[in-house]
């Protein structure tokens, strides 16, 4: 039994509004550590030694991966959490990132036995934080769990977006005891994730995602004509039935193969990977027609052209994109349509978003 005992002494908690005074009340557990053999209560809320918020933690990989340096930490927190920030001096941040170097080598050898994933999603992310001349990639795998949760699987720099890379990363997580890597994979064309995927792991079906497609479809085309393509492909994705949707396929393709033809050869490419979403069931589709789990966690670090003059070792780059990983990865959306997944599992059969009762 845990029962109130007064307060413990007034301290100073930072937190994403500038420093807060706490009072926090004192809990005399005695008897609890009596009947549990010595365990001592602790707060999940607010633990005894906790000095920082952990949204104030995950202001420093975001800060580092925008090409801050450590050195004006400091600076960079006081316009945000005020002047008289304490407890985020250059020493404390270097601490810090020596914790999240262990913490993201740990994590990267942790057994996969007990893991099994309905779907992924995969992409290769350029930063403007420097690498290794020749390893400029970070290569990003996110699972979506029979419960439904989206979590992060592995993250690790590779070369560009090639087969190799991604066979290393996939051979690793089989290595390390993942069965079951995905009923369907929604990534870019370009990567070559797909040719490893099929080698590693066979039988993950393929969904392009639509976001990728529909850039590099308008990058193609002029701008004046960018709206109303635009509105033609959504048409293709946001069908109710794949038939609707080939038939909006086939229109974008009569009405611009004459005058734009690289437009319409990008999106002839990869023609049936397009729609698979269609084999799955209709609660998921928002979730598996586009890699945005990869793409709204790196949309304020993502830059595909440059680099920071600040020049960032492998290992810490890795652990700070691990930590920044982390903090989204608490606000990603769980899969709707939970109850699907135990049949998508199973391997049964979905037209046009329906489960097939007729299918054996």
Avoid at 222 to 248: D, F, I, N, T
Wanted: glycine share 10%; charged share 30%; net charge positive.
């Amino acid at each position: 039994m845990a029962v109130r005992n007064g307060y413990l002494p007034e301290r100073t908690i930072l937190s994403g509004i500038g420093p807060l005074a706490i009072r926090q009340p004192r809990v005399d557990d005695r008897e609890l550590r009596e009947a549990k053999g010595g365990e001592r209560f602790s707060s999940a809320i607010l633990p005894r030694f906790m000095r920082r918020m952990p949204s104030v933690e995950a202001l420093i990989p975001v800060l580092s991966l925008k090409g801050i340096s450590t050195g004006d930490f400091g600076e960079a927190l006081a316009a945000i959490l005020g002047e008289g920030v304490k407890g985020l001096s250059t020493n404390t941040n270097t601490r810090l990132k020596e914790g999240w170097l262990e913490e993201h080598g740990n994590w990267g050898r942790r057994s996969l036995k007990d893991k099994e994933y309905v779907y992924l999603w995969a992409d290769g992310i350029y930063i403007n934080v420097r690498l290794d001349d020749e390893r400029v990639c970070l290569l990003v795998l996110i699972g979506a769990t029979r419960e439904g949760k989206k979590e992060l699987i592995a993250v690790s720099d590779g070369y560009r977006e090639s087969k190799a890379s991604w066979r290393e990363m996939l051979l690793d997580l089989k290595g390390r005891g993942l069965e079951l890597a995905g009923k369907l994979a929604t990534g870019d064309g370009a990567l070559g994730f797909w040719g490893a995927v099929d080698e590693v792991f066979p039988g993950v079906k393929h969904q392009r995602c639509w976001v990728h497609r529909t850039a590099n479809v308008l990058d193609k085309l002029p701008r004046g004509v960018q709206s109303k393509a635009k509105a033609m492909l959504h048409e293709m994705y946001q069908a109710e039935r794949k038939e609707q949707a080939l038939k909006a396929y086939e229109l974008f393709i009569a009405s611009f193969k004459d005058k734009y033809p690289k437009a319409v050869e990008c999106l002839e490419k990869d023609e049936e990977a397009l729609f698979t979403f269609y084999e799955f069931p209709a609660a998921h589709w928002i979730h598996i027609r586009t890699t945005n789990p990869i793409e709204s966690t790196f949309a304020t670090v993502r830059l595909r052209t440059g680099k920071t003059k600040g020049c960032g070792s492998r290992e810490a780059t890795l652990s700070m994109v691990f930590k920044l990983c982390q903090e989204a990865e608490k606000s990603w959306w769980s899969l709707d349509g939970k109850k699907w997944i135990p049949m998508v599992l199973a391997g049964k059969r979905f037209v046009d978003g329906e489960l097939d009762e007729d299918a054996a």
